[in-house]
């Protein structure tokens, strides 16, 4: 009898807006495990730490929405690994009644793990959300392999201790890892909405300077953001990173109180960002590594061909890139030192010359 | 000093609102203020009158498939 | 879509409850993290902000935080954490409720020791059985009550409490099972996904629950904890409350949980129980694969074919399925393995009498649309889509609204004032200033009438 009715059935309202967020997302977790960078931060943050209130933020991800995803890649010295998920595993299946091995430092209360009561092998699940709980153990478990794997040879480098670690890698490995899981077989849209936090402590990465930037371009592809936790010294390729994917940079003043850094600026994703007001980085350092020492340059030498930086002119004629011969005369003349002069009239004339010797090509001009 | 009339606000197109009206015509015992194209007042205890004759008047004139009445027959 | 409305229906309910029993609620880890995720996206941040601060958090930070344009999410959450009373406010600070602060700290960390996650049995079971044991058991439970609502002539009939639970939630009629009728309201309940559904009852067992004085706060704990447990384990009776072993017995019924016999001391919950609280799922996802899931005789979801003519062809020969698309198609042959039949006006229109609505109809040809249509875009045919929603606009010619009119106004300023305050109220339905008339609600009138009385005796 209501049928001409249509008071019944007004659709509710506030309600489109709900699913625009509601796309679950992945956060990749990378983190830095160079010993060295660990070793001599000031003020001091240990490694174990910074892995509690890591742990914590990964929990709080999964805790927004059921189906959010986590994975972790430890970049450390000489090799990257996955921390969670472990390739082959199967997580879907009961998680064996038996826990990781108590590590050595593991009476602090803020290990988010049933691990300091778990010795009689009766591991206490009550304690924990299932998907919590595999995520950490798994964490928890394969860094103690790594760092227990690692040896001195491991981290020594010309005979030196590096400090570098392989972001480069690990950034290539997750950009993989977001590609297979988001771009994958579902062609209903995307499923997953993807962003990549780097915990980063070391400050030396200009070996690296063009796989990563490559990466940083992939991602900008990709459209995911590179969010960066710096520890430490800032590091030049990293603030690019955030700057061109859109992410949020943020260098840690007191890296103790890092647990609340995470949740505040890094713990929104790519939805709820848009309705934010998130640290910017007033200054970014552009600058880039020479190609020839892997040094930083203010202003170096570009290869007009194939915009190859140099510190220095190369020193047999070419370019080591694409084998560009330049003109020896232009070479010459950029290595001239400058003349020091009495008077006036001399500096004049070599100003001119300069000028007209940059016209002619190929040349090698000076670039930032 | 304003008036207030209890009354139903009914929103619907004009033509729905032409039916009304003609419902109204017999008795004017429905309809309370006629106030534009799209909006009416009725009386309250007349809705559901309204409904029932707005329901049959418009089964009456929609068009049926012979194939439905098939259906129906059988 | 069902899956919103659930979610308002949970929360509503949440938000009804008094603060002491919000409280209570929050003592526990388990639901405090499944309440966290019920929240908007907005609320949840401000949560995580404040959970590891010591210090309040200043009101006006938050406004230097959110975008100038989403100051109303900013309202939306803050009204939302309010509601909830998971934060208490004083003199321009903001700080979380200490209990859900506590309870939701302990989820994260992992330092809960009230088991709110379900203790795992540490004995081996004798008589254990696998996932699959269990999806068929959930499968067979529900299938069981939503036949018997369609009325399919099995032999079984649900045990009392499942039947006083759809009479009481109204999704049935009739006093013995014999005479018991399906409601409009439990039409539309067949249409909904399987976890919609599920939810639909466990409210509707909620409030039951109170009238049979049950502790509300132990039931919910205990819902919630069911929705973190893992598919596959055993878990152990030890840790429930007297309430809670006897609401054991009626999940039991629903299919929810497994007990090889009541005075065993573990249970198993069965995927019913483990996706409760995964309500997103990912899209579709969580229901589809609910659904083949549950199902082992419809490993591929779809199965009905609808065509440009009207013409429905559902691969099928579940009585429940045939009875559920009888709502809104006519049937017209039955085969070994498929049905056949014609979406038409008159159909729908009896759907759309039965309280069903257009949209529920298509999200349900959406949901079930057979692999051959998945080819498609768009997934149905826009013609019969259209045409269903045009039925629906048909059926709903007119919209009423029970109030006052106000007419015969002295003067323009007199008419202005108190369309004015009436817009403030946000009681309007309809005004023509230049014939100085206007509509209120009848919830309004009241306040409407008092201020025209205060306005007319100051003024006079």
């Given amino acids: 009898m209501n049928a001409v009715d249509g008071s019944s059935h007004v659709p509710q309202v506030g309600f489109a807006s709900e699913l625009e967020q509601e796309l679950p997302s992945l956060l990749v977790l990378i983190l830095d495990t160079s010993p060295l960078g660990w070793g001599t931060q000031s003020p001091p943050i240990s490694l174990h730490e910074a892995v509690a209130s890591l742990l914590i933020f990964i929990n709080s991800h999964l805790a927004l929405n059921h189906s959010n995803e986590a994975a972790v890649i430890a970049s450390h010295t000489n090799c990257i690994k996955y921390l969670y998920p472990v390739p082959g595993e199967d997580y879907s299946i009961l998680a064996p009644k038996s826990t990781v091995t108590s590590g050595t430092e593991s009476s602090e209360e803020m290990i988010p ?15 924990m959300y299932r998907q919590f709980r595999v995520v950490n153990e798994s964490v928890m478990k394969q860094l103690e392999l790594l760092l227990s794997g690692t040896s001195t040879s491991d981290i020594e480098h010309n005979g030196k201790i590096s400090d570098t670690t392989l972001i480069s890698g690990a950034l290539s490995t997750s950009l993989a890892y977001i590609n297979r899981l988001v771009g994958g077989v579902n062609d209903n849209g995307p499923k997953l909405r993807a962003r990549i936090l780097v915990v980063s402590v070391c400050s030396d990465l200009a070996s690296q300077y063009v ?64 309705h934010l007001v998130l640290p910017t980085q007033s200054s970014i350092d552009f600058r880039a590594a020479c190609f020839c020492h892997k040094r930083i340059v203010d202003i170096g030498y570009v290869c007009n061909i194939c915009l190859s930086i140099y510190c220095q002119p190369p020193a047999d004629g070419s370019c080591a890139i694409c084998d560009t011969i330049f003109d020896p005369k232009e070479l010459a003349d950029l290595l001239k030192k400058p003349v020091v002069v009495t008077t006036t009239v001399p500096k004049t004339k070599t100003k001119k010359k300069k000028k007209k010797d940059s016209d002619a090509t190929p040349n090698f001009t000076p670039g930032p | 000093m304003p008036r207030a009339v209890k009354g139903v606000l009914v929103e619907c197109d004009p033509s729905i609102k032409a039916l009304i009206i003609n419902l109204d015509s017999k008795n004017h015992n429905v309809v309370l203020a006629d106030l534009d194209d799209e909006h009416l007042v009725i009386e309250e205890r007349m809705v559901e009158h309204v409904k029932r004759e707005l329901d049959s008047q418009l089964a009456e004139n929609t068009f049926k498939p012979a194939e439905l009445d098939d259906i129906q027959r059988k | ?118 203790i795992p049995c540490n004995t081996e079971d004798k008589h254990k059985v696998d996932i699959k044991f269990l999806d068929e058991h959930a499968n067979n439970q529900w299938e069981l009550i939503l036949h018997f609502m369609v009325g399919t002539d099995t032999g079984k009939v649900p045990n009392n409490g499942v039947l006083s639970l759809l009479r009481h939630s109204g999704l049935m009629e009739g006093s013995a099972p014999s005479n018991m009728l399906i409601t409009n309201a439990g039409f539309q309940f067949l ?52 309430t809670q072993k006897i609401m054991l017995d009626d999940l039991r019924d629903y299919g929810i949980v497994y007990q090889r016999k009541s005075s065993s001391r573990r249970f198993y919950p ?146 202005d004032v108190i369309a004015g305050y009436a817009h403030d109220l946000g009681v309007m339905a309809w005004e023509k200033p230049n014939k100085r008339m206007f509509f209120v609600t009848k919830e309004g009138n009241q306040q409407i009438v008092d201020f025209v009385r205060r306005k007319v005796h100051g003024g006079a």
């Fill in chain 3, 270 to 415: 069965t995927r019913l129980a483990t996706t409760l609280t995964s309500d997103t799922g990912a899209l579709l996802t969580a229901s589809a694969s609910m659904d083949s899931a549950i199902s082992q005789k419809e490993r591929e979801t779809g199965f009905v074919i609808l065509e440009t003519n009207f013409k429905v062809y559902a691969y099928t020969d579940s009585p429940l399925q045939i009875a559920v698309l009888n709502l809104f198609v006519h049937l017209k042959s039955r085969f070994v393995n498929m049905v056949a039949g014609q979406i038409s006006r008159e159909s729908v229109r009896k759907a759309l009498s039965n309280g069903i609505t257009a949209d529920q109809i298509i999200t349900y040809l959406t949901v079930h649309a057979h692999p051959q249509m998945r080819k498609s875009i768009p997934l149905l045919p826009p013609t019969v889509v259209d045409q269903i929603r045009l039925w629906q606009l048909e059926m709903e010619r007119m919209k009423i609204v029970e109030g006052y009119l106000y007419s015969d106004f002295s003067s323009k300023n007199e008419y």
């Fill in chain 1, 113 to 127: 793990n049933g691990q300091s009561n778990g010795d009689n092998g009766t591991p206490n699940d009550a304690s």
């Fill in chain 3, 1 to 118: 879509m069902s899956i919103p409305r659930f979610r308002t229906s949970i929360n509503d309910y949440l938000e009804g409850l008094p603060e002491p029993v919000l409280i209570r609620l929050y003592y526990s880890p388990a639901t405090c993290l499944a309440i966290f995720r019920l929240l908007p996206a907005m609320a949840q941040l401000f949560i995580m902000t404040m959970l590891f601060n010591d210090k309040p958090l200043e009101a006006t930070d938050l406004n230097g935080w959110v975008q100038d344009g989403s100051t109303p999410k900013q309202y939306e959450a803050l009204e939302k954490l309010r509601g909830m009373h998971l934060i208490k406010e004083s003199q321009g600070t903001i700080s979380l409720q200490k209990t859900f602060r506590a309870g939701l700290r302990n989820a994260l960390t992992g330092g809960d020791h009230n088991n709110s996650f379900g």
């Fill in chain 3, 191 to 242: 249409l909904q996904d399987v976890n919609a559904q599920i939810w639909t009852l466990l409210l509707q067992y909620l409030n039951m629950s109170e009238d049979l004085q049950m502790d509300a706060v132990e039931v919910l704990h205990f819902l919630f904890m069911l929705g973190s447990l893992e598919l596959g384990q055993d878990y152990s009776l030890v840790a429930l409350s007297p």
């Fill in chain 1, 211 to 274: 796989p990563i930037m490559n990466c940083i371009f992939a991602a900008q592809k990709m459209k995911v953001p590179i969010d960066i936790c710096k520890i430490g010294n800032n590091t030049v390729f990293l603030q690019q990173a955030a700057d061109t994917t859109g992410g949020v940079y943020m260098h840690l003043e007191h890296p103790r109180g890092m647990i609340q850094y995470l949740m505040t600026a890094f713990l929104p994703d790519r939805a709820l960002r848009k």
